[in-house]
């Protein structure tokens, strides 16, 4: 008889969550989790199989639909999330199209923080509109802005905190309220705090979706997303667009994905320990104009972050004196760190936002979101920080 490890959310605390929770085992009761690369399933006879259909018998169907070991994933993801269900992705912005998706049809309206990755505020600003749903962005970080933009047809909010590449923080919590008062769903993209740092769901937040594909993995291997929210809400709205236009995780994803959420907590604490002593390094130095880092007490929205936040962050942002000339000249005289637009990775990345991934949005929603040409923003990876500030002071030395 295999033995299977229950979803321990009730008594596990994170770590053992995500080493454990959700594990099923097969047969041969192996130690790690089995990759069930298949497409369908067997049955037994025609019986079985309408039975399958029919849903009188929860077993699998089809990998478009459920998994084996995409739903180890879930599991593991799910119990630490403290959510009810969770569905896995191809990518964050398969999780992100989904939850949007699922949460509006034609006439409704959409209200969302301006400060959102690029292909968010795509689907936001451009891609809802030409299928009948309205929107409007905000300043997240203002709370009358949500109040005001809130209407009868609103149906979601959405925002990411810290944003992407700035770092302000949105206060959840009373975004929230506001979603709960106009009957609105809010969705929190998670990606920059990791599920480490915040939990949207205990802030009030009624879904949260991750791009796996940065500190879940955090060895730049494979994309991959999901969607946590309540049991009905996945079952009635989210499934019925997995199974029919499918977004759906890969099989050997999942157990890259699984893996790295068993050293989840030790990667993005050890990240968040050298990024705090980088922007510490970075803040005494004359030839940075700015500073932004969650975890220190000059952060602009520093009480949210102790409030919402229970880490720094394993991301900072800092701009240069001298503009894009500074900042190039800095990143390219950079030996160890790497220049890379992803991030969460176990290589300490640096990208310069404004000529990469906010280059789409034009300068004019540059300058409302604070994307200076001076603007750098670092990725903290595994390796030894006195290594990185080692980099980081010659390069600054070039500059
Ligand atoms: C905040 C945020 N959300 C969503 C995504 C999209 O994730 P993916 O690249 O896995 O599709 C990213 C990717 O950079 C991101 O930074």
């Not at 990606?191 to 949207?200: D, G, R």
């Not at 940075?288 to 929205?301: C, E, N, S, V």
């Not at 789409?360 to 979101?369: C, P």
Request: proline share 5%.
């Amino acid at each position: 008889m295999a033995h299977n490890d229950k979803n321990g959310s009730q008594t596990w605390q994170p770590a053992t969550q995500l080493v454990h929770g959700g594990t099923t085992r097969s047969p041969f009761g192996e130690t790690s989790e089995t990759i069930y690369l298949t497409q369908g399933f067997v049955y037994a006879g025609a019986e079985a199989a309408e039975a399958r259909f029919n849903g009188d018998d929860p077993g699998f169907v089809y990998s478009r639909y459920a998994n084996p070991t995409v739903a180890m994933f879930e599991d593991r993801i799910k119990g630490l999330e403290g959510a009810e269900a969770a569905r896995a992705t191809a990518s964050g912005m398969a999780a992100v199209n989904l939850a949007l998706m699922a949460s509006v049809k034609a006439g409704d309206h959409v209200v969302a923080a301006k400060a959102l990755f690029g292909s968010c505020r795509y689907i936001v600003e451009t891609l809802l509109p030409r299928f009948g749903v309205e929107s409007t962005l905000i300043d997240g970080t203002d709370l009358d802005q949500w109040k005001a933009a809130v209407k009868p047809n609103t149906t979601a909010l959405f925002l990411e905190s810290p944003t992407n590449p700035t770092l302000e923080i949105i206060d959840i919590a009373a975004v929230a309220d506001i979603a709960k008062s106009a009957g609105a769903r809010l969705i929190v993209d998670n990606v920059f705090a990791t599920p480490m740092f915040q939990s949207p769901l205990k802030l009030g937040a009624d879904v949260v979706v991750y791009s796996a594909t940065k500190h879940i993995d955090g060895q730049g291997r494979c994309l991959g997303g999901v969607v946590l929210s309540d049991e009905d809400w996945i079952t009635d709205e989210v499934m019925p667009l997995v199974k029919h236009t499918g977004p759906h995780m890969s099989p050997f994803s999942a157990w890259v994905l699984l893996k790295g959420l068993e050293t989840l907590p030790l990667r993005v604490a050890r990240q968040a320990e050298s990024a705090g002593q980088i922007a510490d390094f970075l803040a005494s130095r004359n030839s940075i104009a700015r500073l932004i880092y969650p975890g220190r007490d000059d952060h602009p929205q520093a009480e949210i972050a102790r409030r919402q936040m229970t880490g720094g962050s394993t991301m900072l942002a800092f701009e240069m004196d001298g503009g894009k000339e500074a900042a190039f000249r800095f990143t390219n005289a950079l030996n160890l760190i790497k220049i890379s637009n992803n991030l969460g990775d176990a290589k300490s990345l640096i990208t310069h936002p404004a000529t990469t991934t906010h280059q789409s949005i034009g300068e004019e929603a540059r300058a409302e979101l604070g994307i200076s040409d001076g603007i750098l923003r670092l990725s903290v990876g595994l390796e030894d920080p006195a290594d990185l500030l080692s980099d980081i002071e010659q390069a600054l030395s070039a500059v």
